[in-house]
Nanobody, 126 residues
Framework: VQLQASGGGLVQAGGSLRLSCAAS????????SGWFRQAPGKGREFVAV????????YCADSVKGRFYISRDGAKNTVYLQMNSLKPEDTAVYFC????????????????????WGQGTLVTVSS
């Protein structure tokens, strides 16, 4: 399984960005997909996850109501739509995936995930 994240960039506070994570070598229904971020000098933190079925999503409290995770099965791509961005959202964003036993399973920690993309930098200016 290979993951390729893209879509990062520089945006002003209040703006929006959409990150993409293109995947190869997997069937969506067998994998949960997540987004994490790592700000300078900090650890990697959970942002959002979507189940293998695609029907269940969950976002961290810090981004709830502003960020949305989705996927396009035909394109084998997971998205993170980020709205109302704040300077504290500045970080390198990573997509991740892992196989699941049940298509409804969700995972929230770094150690839960097996496959990782290379990261894409999001910078939010004030």
């Amino acid at each position: 399984v290979q993951l390729q994240a893209s879509g990062g960039g520089l945006v002003q506070a209040g703006g929006s960005l959409r990150l993409s994570c293109a995947a190869s070598g997997r069937t969506f229904s067998n994998y949960a997909s997540g987004w994490f971020r790592q700000a300078p000098g900090k650890g990697r933190e959970f942002v959002a996850v979507i189940s293998g079925s695609g029907g269940i999503t969950y976002c961290a409290d810090s981004v709830k109501g502003r960020f949305y995770i989705s996927r396009d099965g035909a394109k084998n791509t997971v998205y993170l739509q980020m709205n109302s961005l704040k300077p504290e959202d500045t970080a390198v964003y990573f997509c991740a995936a892992r196989e699941v036993a049940y298509s409804s399973d969700l995972y929230y920690t770094v150690s839960d995930y097996t496959y990782w993309g290379q990261g894409t930098l999001v910078t939010v200016s004030s």
